[in-house]
C-alpha cells in the first residue's frame, strides 16, 4: 500500500479516478465523442508516467512510442467526431473497456515501482520514477496486450466511419456548392481578401498571447479609462519601453477586449518577418479591409476605394487618406472607436505614417490610437513635442525597482505544475522582463528534460539577462555538440534569409542535414512555426540581435558573411539541380516557339512546376553571393552557374515574372565582383557579360521566356563568355547570323526597350530613377542602379483606353511623374513603383501644351489652348482632382512657362504670329493669379527659354537675336541684360549656378561657352570658353558652383573654371558615342545620353566609367536599296543618300563580307539594284538619270545609259536578260540589252514609279496618273487601264490568269484586265513598310506580309496560318518583320524576336527565302537565316 500523501499515492488515486471515469462514460455514453475523449485522457496519464521510468529504459521508451502512436490515432477519431458525433456499438463499447483495462494494468505496473522516497525537493519535483524491478517480458507482455486492444478498437471505429462516408459526402457536396455560389457573389463585388487567413492573423495580433488575467492591471486600467473617457483629449496613448517589456501583449489584450465591445475600429501589428508586416507598401490596404470588418457601415466604401487602390498605387499619404481617414469620418456612431498599431520601431518608413497620424487624427475627434514602440530617437523627436500624446511617461519596467507580481502570475498560468517557490525563483530572475519569463516558460513546456533545464536556470548566479537566457535556448536545442555546424548552418539561414523559410524549403536547401526539424522544434522558446510548410518566424528582434554581436553570441554567433555564403551555395546547389530548359514542360514541336502571353495558364504551370525553395532560390542567389562574393567556394559556385545555368535561371524568372529581380541581382553581383582584388578577367567578365545580357535583352524576357535561347545568343559578341558556353548547346534553337559588323559588350549600362525615338529624358527620385519617352507614345521608368524596368506605360496600356503619351514632368522630390496624353487627360505615375497613382485627370476641354509641377504643394501647372483659341494656365490639384484659382488667360499661345522656386511666381513665354516672332512674358502671382509684370522681347522661338535662379531672387528669359533679359524674382523688375559677342545668333540654353552668381549661356548651333559673373545687377566678368569643335547641347553648373560642364555634338565633356574662365581636366573621358538630349545628374555623378539606336547610355562617373575610343558614325537616313542574285550566293547594295562619292557593293551571303572594290561611277544616290536571271550582270538606277550595268563575278562596269528619266527608281530584267525595263515617276524606258538601244517608252505624262513583269515576261504592269495600266513587252501598246485613286505601292501578276494584285495604302484590288472590267473586289489591308505583294507559284494563293488568301474561288478566302496547304519555301517573301518579331507566313505567332537595342535597324529590311537582311548604322549587313525554324 501507498502511504497517504506520497507522490505515488497521488498518483495511484488520480488514474483510478480516470479509470472509473471512463469506463462510466464507454458504458453510459450513446455516442462516441465523449468516451473517445475519457480514452484519450487516461492515454495521455499513461504515457506520461511511462515517459518517467529509469530503469529497462529502452524497453519502456518502446512502449510509450505505441501509445503515442494509439494516441494519434484516437485523436484522429475525436477530430472526425467533432465535426459530427456518430452513435456507439456494443462492438466499440467493448474494445473501449478492453483497451481501459490495459491502460490501467500499464499504470498499475509503472506507480508501483515508482520510488516515493524523500522530501520534495528540486531533483525530486522533476525525477524520472527509475526504481522499478519489472521485467522486460512482462513490458513486453503489456505492449502486446495494448497492440491487441488497440486494433480491435480501431477495426470497431472504422464500421462506424464508414457508415458516415456517405452522408459526409452528401453534406460536403452541398457545402461546396454554397460556397462557390458565395465566392462568385464574393468576386463579383471584388471583396476576397487578398492574403490568406494566417497572414491576416498575424497582421491584426490575433495569434499573439494576451494578458493572463490579473497581470497588467495597473497600465490596462489606465489605458482603459483613457480610452472611455471624452474628456480626455489625447488622441494617441503611447506606449513605450523596452524589448520585450510586453508591449505587444497588451497591444494584444485590449483588441481583442475593445474587438469584443464593439468599439475597436481597426488594428495592425508590425513584424519584422514579413516585408508587407516591416513596411508601409500594404499598411494602408490591410488597416482598411481590417476596419471595413469591424465597421459594417463603411465597408462598402472601403471596399471599393481598395479596388481604386490596387490598380492606381497612390502615394502613402494618398492611400491613408482615401482608405482609413475618410472612411472613418463617415461613420455617424460618434462614440469612441479605437485604432491599434503595435510595434511602430519595426515599421521602415515609420516617419510617413507618424505624419500623417498626426496630421488627420485632430479631423476625427472620436477616434483614439493606441500606439506601441521602442524609444527610438526618431520617434521620440516626433512624439515628444505633440499635444495628441497621452502616456508619455509610462514606464513598464523599471530597472531599479522592478515588479515581479505580474511575472509571477503569468508564469504560474503558463506552467501550473511548476511549485511555488520555483516560479518565485524565476520571476526574480526575469528582472521583470516578460520576454525573458515568456521564454522560459517556453522551454519548459517544450523540452524532454525540464528538470535539467530548471535546475540550469536557477542554480546559475550567471544566468540572469536575456543573453544568458538565449544562450541557454540555444545549447539546449543543441543536443548532440558534434551537430555544432549543422546546428548554424540552420540559425544563420533563418536569420539571414531575405523572406522567411519554412522548415521544408530548409530541408530542399539542406538535404544533407537530417536534423533541420528537430532543430527548428527545439528552438521554438525563440521561433515560431514549427508546422513544416508555414515561414519560420524570430519571435522577438532582441534573439537576432544576440545572434549578431560577437560579444553576446558566445559560440553561437551569425556571421553574415559565412550565412550568406552559405545559402548561396546552397541555393545554386538547388539552382543546378533543378533548372532546365523548357522548365514547364511545354509542347510546340508543330508550331512556332511560344512567347508568354501565347502559353495557356502559365502562372499555374509556374506553381506546378515550381516549390517554395526554388522561387526563394531563384529570387535571391545573386545577392547572398554579392554579399560573400570574397568566398572562393562563393565564386566557383557562381562560375559554374553563370557557365551552365544562366540561361535556364532567366526563363524561369520570365515565366514567373521576376525580370525586375534578375537585373538588380546580376548588377549588385557586378558592383561586388568589381571590388575583389585579383580577381581573374574570365570571373569579371562571366558576372559583367551576365549582367549585359540579362539587360540588353530585358524587354524581350519579360514578352518570351523560351526566346532567350534563340537570336540573343546569335547576335552576341563573338568572344563573350556566354557564346563560348552556350551557342554550341543550343545549336538548334540560334538562327544563322552572320554580319561583317564586329560586336562587343558596353562598359556602361544601356538602357533597351524603346521601339520609337526617344523624345524625352530625365532624371527621378533623387537620381535613383531615368524616365523615359519615345515617339511610340511609350513611358519606361527604369532603375538607374541596375538598369532594370520599374514600370513602362505604352499606348492604348494607361488603365486599358487608348491613349498616346505626349509629354511627362517630374515632381520636385522626384516621388511622382505627371504625363498628358494626346486625349489631354493627366496622369501621374509613382517614380517608386511605376505604377499609376489615382485617377486621370479630365482636360479633354482643351489642348494641353505644357505642364509642370508647382515646387512647394502636390500640384500641377498646365499651359493649354480652349475651344475659344485662348491660351489658358491652370492649377491643378493633384489629391482633390480639381482646379484651384482662377485661369490665367492670354490672347497668345504659350511657348514656354517656369516656376519659381518658393512656388508663388509663374513666368510665361507667348509668341505672336509665326516662329520666330516677338515674344510676351508675364510673370503671374499664384496667390491671386494677376499679372505682376510683363515685357516683350523682340524675337522668340518656340524652346524653352526662362529659367529662375535657384534662390528665387532673379529669373533669366532669352531670345532669338542673343539677348539675356535678367529680372527680379518677386517683382519682375527690370536687373540686367547680357549679349554675348555674336549677337546675332539666338540663345539656345542659360544656365544659373546655384548662389546665383555666375550665368552661362551658349548660342543655337554654336560651339562656345558664354559665361558671366553677376552681383547686384553688374557684371564683374566675362568669359568666352572655347575648346568644343561642334554644337554644345548641355550645360550644368557643379553643386559649389565653382565649375561648369558643356557636352557637345563633337561626343565630349568638357569642365571649365568659373573664376578663370580655364579648361579643367573632365570628369569623363573618351567619346560619349553619338549624342542625344543629355543629362546629368545635379552630383556630376551620371550621365545620360540617348543613342542611335533608341538606347540610353548611362555612364556611373563615380565608379570610373570611361566613354569610347573613338567618335560615333551620326545618325544616317540614307535607305539600303538591295538585290539578291537569283542564284542565292551574293546579294548588291546601294544607298539612296547623296555620297560625295556614291558606289553599290557586292556582298558575299556566306559571309557578309564585301567582294572586290566598290562599284562606282554614279554621281548621285542609288535608286534601285537588279540581277539578269542568270546572275552575271547587276543593274543599278540612279538620281543621277542613268543606269549602269556591271559584272557581278568582278564588279567591271559593263555599259552606263543615259535616260530622260528625273530618277530611276525601278528595273526589271526579262528571263533571257535581252530586255530590261525601267520605270520612274513619269517614264517607262524598254532597252535591249544586246542592241543596247531603247526599244520603247511612254510619254511624260505618265507616273510610273511601281512596275511589274508578268510570268512570261509578255507584259507589263505600272502605275501611271490615277491609275494602273499594262503594256505589251515588245510593242510598248497598252493594253488595259484602270482608274484608282491615291498611292500605289505594289503590283503582282498571277502566274496563270490575266489577274492583276494592286496594293494600296488600305486595301489590295484584284483586277481580271483582260474582262476590260475596272477592278471589283477589295482585299481590307493596311499597308506597312517592307512588306511584299505576291502569288505563289501554283497561283493558289495571294500573300501580302503575313496575310494570305486562297484565290482559287471567285470570292478569294482570308486563311490563317494553320489552313495553308502549300509548301511556301518557293515564295520570296515568305518572312517579314514586324514589332521586333520575324514572322513566317505559314506559322502561328512570331517565329523570331529581334533584341530591342537592334530593331532600329530593322526599319529597313529585306526577305529573300529564309533570309532576312538589314543593315547597321555603319552601312554593313546583318544577315539572319531562319531555316532551322521552318522544321
Not at 100 to 106: N, R
Not at 162 to 167: I, L, S
Not at 475 to 481: I, N, P, R, T, Y
Not at 584 to 610: M, R
Request: glycine share 6%; aromatic share 8%; charged share 20%.
Amino acid at each position: 500500500m501507498h502511504a497517504k500523501g506520497s507522490t505515488a499515492y497521488e498518483r495511484t488515486s488520480d488514474w483510478t479516478v480516470l479509470f472509473f471515469n471512463c469506463l462510466r462514460e464507454i458504458s453510459e455514453a450513446s455516442e462516441m465523442l465523449a468516451p473517445l475523449k475519457s480514452t484519450s485522457m487516461l492515454l495521455i496519464r499513461g504515457l506520461e508516467t511511462v515517459r518517467t521510468m529509469h530503469n529497462n529504459r529502452s524497453a519502456w521508451e518502446e512502449l510509450a512510442r505505441k501509445l503515442a502512436l494509439h494516441h494519434t490515432t484516437i485523436n484522429g477519431y475525436i477530430s472526425q467526431l467533432e465535426v459530427g458525433d456518430r452513435p456507439s456499438s456494443n462492438a466499440s463499447q467493448d474494445a473501449l473497456k478492453k483497451y481501459a483495462e490495459v491502460l490501467s494494468a500499464i499504470l498499475r505496473e509503472a506507480t508501483a515501482s515508482a520510488d516515493v522516497a524523500g522530501t520534495p525537493n528540486l531533483k525530486k519535483t522533476f525525477k524520472r520514477i527509475g526504481d522499478t524491478q519489472i521485467e522486460k517480458d512482462r513490458i513486453a507482455e503489456l505492449s502486446r496486450d495494448a497492440d491487441f486492444a488497440h486494433r480491435q478498437f480501431d477495426e470497431a471505429m472504422r464500421i462506424i466511419m464508414a457508415r458516415q462516408v456517405t452522408e459526409l459526402q452528401q453534406q460536403l457536396d452541398r457545402v461546396r456548392a454554397e460556397i462557390m455560389q458565395e465566392i462568385g457573389e464574393l468576386k463579383s463585388r471584388n471583396d476576397l481578401p487578398d492574403f490568406d487567413e494566417p497572414f491576416l492573423s498575424l497582421v491584426r495580433g490575433q495569434d499573439l498571447d494576451i494578458c493572463e488575467q490579473g497581470t497588467r492591471s495597473e497600465i490596462l486600467g489606465q489605458i482603459r479609462i483613457w480610452a472611455i473617457d471624452e474628456q480626455i483629449k489625447s488622441q494617441i496613448y503611447w506606449l513605450n519601453d523596452a524589448a520585450g517589456t510586453g508591449k505587444t501583449t497588451i497591444a494584444a489584450t485590449l483588441a481583442d477586449e475593445w474587438l469584443t465591445n464593439r468599439t475597436l475600429a481597426g488594428r495592425f501589428f508590425f513584424s519584422p518577418n514579413s516585408a508587407a508586416t516591416s513596411s508601409l507598401d500594404q499598411f494602408c490596404s490591410l488597416l482598411a479591409k481590417d476596419i471595413a470588418l469591424q465597421l459594417p457601415e463603411v465597408r462598402q466604401v472601403i471596399n471599393a476605394r481598395i479596388r481604386e487602390v490596387s490598380t492606381a498605387c497612390l502615394r502613402f499619404s494618398q492611400q491613408f487618406r482615401r482608405l482609413v481617414v475618410e472612411p472613418l469620418k463617415l461613420v455617424s456612431d460618434k462614440r469612441n472607436l479605437l485604432l491599434v498599431i503595435d510595434a511602430l520601431d519595426n515599421c521602415k518608413g515609420r516617419d510617413k505614417l507618424l505624419s500623417e497620424l498626426l496630421l488627420h487624427l485632430p479631423s476625427i475627434s472620436s477616434v483614439k490610437l493606441l500606439l506601441t514602440s521602442r524609444p527610438l530617437p526618431d520617434i521620440t523627436d516626433i512624439l515628444s513635442t505633440s499635444t495628441l500624446i497621452e502616456g508619455y511617461n509610462t514606464c513598464l519596467l523599471d530597472v531599479y525597482n522592478p515588479s515581479y507580481a505580474d511575472v509571477t502570475i503569468y508564469i504560474r498560468k503558463r506552467v501550473p505544475k511548476l511549485e511555488g517557490e520555483y516560479v518565485d525563483l524565476i520571476a526574480n530572475r526575469s528582472g521583470g522582463l516578460f520576454i525573458w519569463a515568456a521564454t522560459v516558460c517556453r522551454m519548459l513546456q517544450i523540452y524532454r528534460r525540464p528538470s535539467k533545464l530548471l535546475h540550469q536556470i536557477l542554480d546559475s548566479q550567471s544566468f540572469k539577462g536575456l543573453d544568458d537566457l538565449y544562450l541557454q535556448v540555444l545549447e539546449q536545442a543543441l543536443v548532440d555538440k558534434a551537430a555544432h555546424s549543422l546546428f548554424m548552418n540552420i540559425l544563420e539561414a533563418v536569420t539571414i534569409s531575405f523572406q522567411p523559410l519554412s522548415i521544408s524549403s530548409l530541408q530542399v536547401l539542406f538535404p544533407e542535414n537530417d536534423k533541420v526539424d528537430l532543430f527548428i522544434q527545439d528552438l521554438c522558446g525563440v521561433l515560431k512555426d514549427g508546422d513544416p510548410h508555414r515561414p519560420i518566424k524570430v519571435l522577438h528582434p532582441t534573439f537576432r540581435e544576440f545572434l549578431y554581436q560577437a560579444d553576446r553570441a558566445n559560440g553561437f554567433l551569425v556571421r553574415t558573411t559565412n550565412a550568406h555564403a552559405l545559402l548561396s551555395s546552397s541555393c545554386v546547389v538547388l539552382l543546378l539541380g533543378v533548372l532546365k530548359h523548357n522548365i514547364l514542360g511545354l509542347s510546340y514541336q508543330k508550331s512556332a516557339i511560344p512567347t508568354n502571353t501565347h502559353i495557356e495558364n502559365v502562372n499555374d504551370l509556374v506553381e506546378q512546376n515550381t516549390t517554395v525553395a526554388l522561387k526563394y532560390a531563384s529570387s535571391y542567389w545573386a545577392r547572398h553571393a554579392a554579399a560573400s562574393i570574397l568566398e572562393s567556394d562563393v565564386q566557383e559556385k557562381v562560375m559554374t552557374f553563370l557557365s551552365t545555368k544562366l540561361l535556364n535561371w532567366l526563363e524561369l524568372m520570365s515565366f514567373r515574372g521576376c525580370v525586375g529581380q534578375c537585373i538588380q541581382g546580376l548588377a549588385q553581383l557586378q558592383t561586388a565582383v568589381a571590388m575583389i582584388e585579383n580577381r581573374s578577367d574570365l570571373k569579371q567578365n562571366a558576372v559583367s557579360n551576365s549582367y549585359q545580357f540579362a539587360l540588353q535583352n530585358q524587354s524581350l524576357m519579360t514578352e518570351a521566356a523560351l526566346h532567350l535561347y534563340t537570336t540573343p545568343l546569335a547576335f552576341l559578341p563573338k568572344e563573350s563568355f556566354i557564346s563560348e558556353r552556350y551557342q554550341r548547346a543550343h545549336k538548334v534553337l540560334i538562327p544563322v547570323v552572320t554580319s561583317a559588323a564586329s560586336t562587343k559588350w558596353s562598359a556602361h549600362t544601356v538602357l533597351t526597350g524603346h521601339t520609337g525615338h526617344i523624345e524625352q529624358v530625365a532624371f527621378a527620385l533623387n537620381y535613383t530613377r531615368v524616365v523615359s519617352r519615345d515617339t511610340d507614345n511609350t513611358l519606361s521608368l527604369w532603375d538607374i542602379e541596375s538598369g532594370s524596368l520599374i514600370g513602362k506605360q505604352s499606348a492604348g496600356s494607361v488603365k486599358g483606353k487608348q491613349v498616346a503619351i505626349k509629354h511627362f514632368t517630374v515632381s520636385p522630390d522626384g516621388e511622382e511623374v505627371a504625363f498628358v496624353t494626346k486625349s489631354n487627360n493627366i496622369y501621374v505615375l509613382s517614380a517608386i513603383t511605376g505604377a499609376l497613382s489615382g485617377e486621370p485627370i479630365d482636360a479633354s476641354a482643351e489642348e494641353i501644351l505644357h505642364i509642370t509641377f508647382c515646387p512647394n504643394r502636390r500640384r500641377i501647372i498646365t499651359s493649354s489652348i480652349s475651344s475659344t483659341m485662348f491660351n489658358v494656365l491652370r492649377l491643378w490639384d493633384l489629391e482633390a482632382q480639381t482646379t484651384v484659382g482662377n485661369p490665367m488667360r492670354l490672347d497668345v499661345p504659350t511657348t514656354c512657362m517656369c516656376l519659381s522656386p518658393d512656388g508663388t511666381m509663374l513666368v510665361s513665354v507667348s509668341i505672336y504670329g509665326h516662329c520666330p516672332g516677338k515674344g510676351l512674358v508675364i510673370a503671374w502671382s499664384l496667390e491671386d493669379y494677376s499679372q505682376v509684370v510683363s515685357y516683350t522681347m523682340s524675337r522668340v522661338g518656340y524652346m524653352k527659354c526662362i529659367r529662375f535662379c535657384p534662390d528665387g531672387s532673379y529669373f533669366a528669359t532669352w531670345t532669338r537675336d542673343g539677348t539675356i533679359h535678367l529680372r527680379l524674382g518677386h517683382t519682375g523688375e527690370r536687373m540686367l541684360e547680357l549679349c554675348s559677342t555674336r549677337t546675332n545668333d539666338p540663345v539656345d540654353d542659360v544656365v544659373i549656378s546655384p548662389s546665383g552668381r555666375h550665368i552661362a549661356s551658349y548660342n543655337f548651333g554654336g560651339s562656345t561657352v558664354y559665361l558671366w559673373e553677376v552681383k547686384s545687377g553688374l557684371v564683374l566678368n566675362h568669359h568666352t570658353l572655347v575648346g568644343h569643335e561642334m554644337d554644345i547641347r548641355y550645360l550644368l553648373f557643379s553643386p559649389e558652383g565653382d565649375r561648369v560642364v558643356s557636352i557637345s555634338l563633337d561626343q565630349t565633356v568638357r569642365v571649365w573654371n568659373t573664376h578663370t574662365g580655364e579648361g579643367l581636366q573632365s570628369f569623363f573621358t573618351g567619346y560619349t558615342g553619338t549624342i542625344m538630349l543629355p543629362e546629368l545628374s545635379q552630383d556630376w555623378r551620371y550621365l545620360l545620353t540617348v543613342g542611335l539606336s533608341n538606347q540610353i547610355n548611362i555612364y556611373d562617373v563615380s565608379h570610373q566609367c570611361q566613354g569610347e575610343e573613338k567618335p560615333g558614325d551620326e545618325r544616317s537616313f540614307a535607305v539600303p536599296v538591295i538585290a539578291f542574285s537569283p542564284l542565292g550566293d551574293i546579294f548588291a547594295c546601294g544607298f539612296t543618300e547623296y555620297v560625295s562619292k556614291p558606289y553599290i557593293q557586292r556582298w558575299s551571303v556566306e559571309t557578309t563580307q564585301p567582294l572586290g572594290e566598290p562599284m562606282t561611277g554614279h554621281t548621285n544616290g542609288v535608286r534601285c539594284v537588279a540581277f539578269t536571271s542568270d546572275g552575271q550582270i547587276i543593274a543599278s538606277g540612279s538620281d543621277d538619270c542613268t543606269v549602269r550595268l556591271w559584272s557581278s563575278s568582278t564588279g567591271n562596269a559593263l555599259w552606263t545609259i543615259p535616260t530622260e528619266m528625273n530618277t530611276v527608281e525601278r528595273i526589271a530584267f526579262t528571263f533571257t536578260g535581252e530586255v530590261m525595263v525601267l520605270g520612274s515617276n513619269h517614264k517607262i524606258y524598254v532597252i535591249n540589252t544586246k542592241a543596247k538601244n531603247v526599244v520603247w517608252s511612254t510619254g511624260k505624262e505618265n507616273s510610273n514609279s511601281e512596275l511589274v513583269l508578268s510570268a512570261d515576261n509578255s507584259k507589263i504592269a505600272a502605275t501611271c496618273d490615277n491609275g494602273v495600266g499594262i503594256w505589251d513587252v515588245l510593242t510598248g501598246k497598252q493594253m488595259a487601264r484602270c482608274d484608282i485613286s491615291g498611292r500605289i505601292f505594289h503590283l503582282s501578276f498571277h502566274p496563270q490568269r490575266d489577274l492583276l494584285a494592286i496594293c494600296s495604302y488600305t486595301c489590295i484590288y484584284l483586277w481580271e484586265f483582260n474582262s476590260g472590267q475596272i477592278p471589283s473586289l477589295e482585299l481590307q489591308i493596311k499597308y506597312e513598310n517592307g512588306f511584299q505583294l505576291g502569288f505563289t507559284l501554283d497561283g493558289k494563293y495571294l500573300l501580302y506580309g503575313d496575310l494570305v488568301w486562297n484565290v482559287q474561288s471567285k470570292r478569294p478566302r482570308k486563311l490563317g496560318p494553320g489552313d495553308i496547304r502549300v509548301d511556301l519555301g518557293s515564295y520570296e517573301q515568305s518572312l517579314i518583320y514586324r514589332d521586333g518579331w520575324i514572322y513566317y507566313v505559314a506559322t502561328r505567332g512570331p517565329l523570331l524576336p529581334i533584341p530591342s537595342h537592334l530593331r532600329e535597324q530593322f526599319f529597313d529590311w529585306t526577305a529573300f527565302y529564309n533570309l532576312i537582311l538589314v543593315w547597321t548604322q555603319d552601312k554593313l549587313p546583318v544577315l539572319v537565316d531562319c531555316t532551322p525554324f521552318f522544321h
